[in-house]
């Protein structure tokens, strides 16, 4: 079958892609860059945000090491007990709530116990897109070799079941979107997603694919610009023969673009292969990257238990 920017994609509908998201906070700056981006996007698209805090399991509560947004913890005020800061983590989700509510938005509070990534991962399945940082509280203490992507980002990523929106360290507007289009199955589902939202946001969508061969590249690229043509969009498609660890950084900063959107495909028995170019520009950008999964049906609902709708 040829594809069109009519070729469905199974799960919610393309158009509410973006009307519900799930934004993971431990109290980092970057889980703030995150609510921000996350508060961007859902005025554009009248999103009902889902505020998530997951703190660790009993006998781990050193990690707890967070708090509202305009708290700088210090040696001699830092909460030392679960139950202080259980109630922090309360009030930091509350305030941003109020920052999802003062935007004109829906907002909904989700406090579990347990391990970050598979919490995150379970929650998501109610939800269009998850966004999160590429690191935070945990990450800024385990981070390997100066990798910017923090651990539970990168799990998240290869096992979420909806797509996810890493951002980088500022929001952006997302109004100029460069798909990394490879032409393959993975790519084409990207393409698709990111065409819908550039019609909705108005953004303008570039779709850059780089190779080794010139003949063969335009020949991938004519097949993006073909299905693009059919519909109202404002895009430009772009070759680059070469390597991804140059050509993506160039192009960003060529075209100023503040949004990139990947792929990821299924692996068979272990859940999404995020292929390495994608892990690439995670690491080579800092704009909102969307990692694009093909989306699942929709799991068991989520228990009432520690859910609420923010007051």
Not at 40 to 54: E, K, M, N
Not at 65 to 71: E, Q, T
Not at 144 to 163: A, K, S, V
Request: aromatic share 4%.
């Amino acid at each position: 079958m040829p594809f069109t920017l009519d070729t469905p994609i199974p799960g919610p509908h393309p158009q509410v892609m973006f009307t519900s998201l799930l934004v993971g906070l431990d109290g980092s700056i970057e889980a703030q860059v995150a609510l921000a981006q996350a508060i961007l996007v859902g005025q554009r698209f009248r999103t009902r945000i889902v505020l998530a805090h997951v703190s660790p399991p009993a006998g781990r509560t050193g990690e707890m090491a967070l708090g509202a947004p305009w708290m700088e913890w210090t040696p001699s005020n830092t909460p030392s007990t679960r139950v202080e800061l259980e109630r922090a983590a309360y009030v930091m989700l509350e305030d941003a709530a109020g920052a999802v509510k003062r935007a004109g938005l829906d907002a909904e509070i989700v406090v579990r116990e347990g391990v970050p990534a598979d919490v995150l991962r379970d929650l998501a399945e109610e939800v269009g897109v998850v966004v999160v940082g590429r690191s935070g509280i945990r990450g800024a203490m385990a981070t390997i070799g100066g990798d910017p992507l923090g651990p539970d980002t990168r799990e998240l990523i290869r096992r979420c079941p909806r797509p996810v929106l890493v951002c980088g360290s500022q929001p952006t507007p997302m109004d100029r979107v460069l798909v990394a289009y490879a032409g393959g199955p993975a790519s084409e589902g990207t393409l698709t997603f990111a065409s819908r939202f550039a019609g909705i946001m108005g953004a303008h969508l570039d779709v850059l694919h780089v190779a080794p061969n010139e003949d063969d590249g335009r020949r991938t690229l004519a097949r993006a610009s073909g299905a693009l043509s059919l519909a109202p969009l404002d895009f430009e498609t772009h070759f680059i023969e070469g390597n991804l660890e140059t050509a993506i950084p160039e192009t960003v900063r060529r075209l100023g673009c503040n949004a990139l959107f990947a792929g990821a495909h299924r692996e068979e028995g272990s859940g999404w292969m995020v292929p390495s170019h994608t892990l690439i520009i995670l690491r080579l950008t800092d704009i909102p990257v969307l990692v694009h999964m093909q989306p699942t049906s929709p799991g068991a609902r989520l228990t009432t238990a520690h859910r609420r709708s923010a007051s």
